[in-house]
């Protein structure tokens, strides 16, 4: 059974820094699109940041500069790292996975894009 797992949300002050880690479970991942999702309660679920084998990272101009998304795959894990952390970047954030090898040169912004996801991390900046 695939599980993807994330950890490492909590309440930070603007302008401090959170990592959340997401552990798969199941299967490997390296050759698929692995994403960074958030929602906050009344809106739809927004991109974050993406990852594939086989083209640069990439972000929603909301966090560009701010957030890294990076990957273990020997830990099947995906790692965000976000600083300078924002109020309006409070938001339930969630991993997700792709089932099938990530398109050369394909971004994957979309939440139908993607097969698996996990539970939700809960972010909260206070101001």
């Known amino acids: 059974q695939v599980q993807l797992v994330e950890s490492g949300g909590g309440l930070v002050q603007a302008g401090g820094s959170l990592r959340l880690s997401c552990a798969a479970s199941g299967r490997t991942f390296s050759n698929a699109a692995m994403a960074w999702f958030r929602q906050v309660p009344g809106k739809e679920r927004e991109f974050v940041a993406g990852?594939?084998?086989?083209?640069?990272?990439y972000y929603a101009d909301s966090v560009k500069g701010r957030f890294t998304i990076s990957r273990d795959n020997a830990k099947n894990t995906v790692y965000l790292q976000m600083n300078s952390l924002k109020p309006e970047d409070t938001a339930v954030y969630y991993c997700?996975?792709?089932?099938?090898?990530?398109?050369?040169?394909?971004?994957?912004?979309?939440?139908?894009?993607?097969?698996?996801w996990g539970q939700g991390t809960q972010v909260t900046v206070s101001s």
């Open positions: 990852i594939s084998w086989n083209i640069p990272n």
């Open positions: 997700a996975a792709g089932a099938v090898a990530a398109m050369w040169g394909r971004q994957y912004r979309r939440p139908n894009e993607y097969d698996y």
